[in-house]
T-cell receptor
Framework: NAGVMQNPRHLVRRRGQEARLRCSPM?????VYWYRQLPEEGLKFMVY????????ESGMPKERFSAEFPKEGPSILRIQQVVRGDSAAYFC????????????FGQGTRLTVV | DAKTTQPTSMDCAEGRAANLPCNHS???????VYWYRQIHSQGPQYIIH???NNETNEMASLIITEDRKSSTLILPHATLRDTAVYYC??????????FGQGTRLTINP
């Protein structure tokens, strides 16, 4: 049973380019969460999605960032016109629905903006 | 803001039990206590969670006080690979976890 799969593991983008981060949840999980960890800082929640719906995006920056979780395929975190401050580790987690559940995390995508 | 308080760092000898405390005095009746750890810069790893009863799995044991205001994560036989930052989180479920600073546990040979 594969865990949460994220790709790419490392991504280098020049300022102004777009970054696309992919996350395939664990089998049987329909809830996906994205977190960001800036260098030397803690993990911060960004967005919570179910299939085709954004449930909570309170942690997403207002501009340039978007997320989707289509009916088919992985969840995508998209960052347009990247800036150096976007350099961070982006982690995806997934879970089943309901209250008494746990979320499992992927190994992350490390984005470096040069 | 995190609803938990943990020591910044702890040390433990290899082979001994590591006991990591966590205070969560404002926990609500429907909130669970979750423990995760992050080894170096890897993805957070789920360890265990509980509501009010003590829990045990292959990784650890979770002891929750009767008033639920504090808990202890126990790693029964710590190894060097258990060196990590351990996060205690109180939450209603898996969504929108709030990670504090955690406890940096160092296992010494």
């Amino acid at each position: 049973n594969a865990g949460v799969m994220q790709n790419p593991r490392h991504l280098v983008r020049r300022r102004g380019q777009e970054a696309r981060l992919r996350c395939s949840p664990m089998k049987g999980h329909s809830h996906v969460y994205w977190y960001r960890q800036l260098p030397e800082e803690g993990l911060k929640f960004m967005v919570y999605l179910q299939k085709e719906n954004i449930i909570d995006e309170s942690g997403m920056p207002k501009e340039r960032f978007s997320a989707e979780f289509p009916k088919e395929g992985p969840s995508i975190l998209r960052i347009q016109q990247v800036v150096r401050g976007d350099s961070a580790a982006y982690f995806c987690a997934s879970s089943r629905g309901g209250g008494n559940t746990e979320a499992f995390f992927g190994q992350g995508t490390r984005l470096t903006v040069v | 803001d995190a609803k938990t308080t943990q020591p910044t760092s702890m040390d433990c000898a290899e082979g001994r039990a590591a006991n990591l405390p966590c205070n969560h005095s404002t926990i609500s009746g429907n909130e669970y206590v979750y423990w995760y750890r992050q080894i170096h810069s890897q993805g957070p790893q789920y360890i265990i969670h509980g509501l009010k009863n003590n829990e045990t799995n292959e990784m650890a044991s979770l002891i929750i006080t009767e008033d639920r205001k504090s808990s202890t994560l126990i790693l029964p036989h710590a190894t060097l690979r258990d060196t990590a930052v351990y996060y205690c989180i109180v939450n209603q479920g898996a969504q929108k976890l709030v990670f504090g600073q955690g406890t940096r546990l160092t296992i010494n040979p």
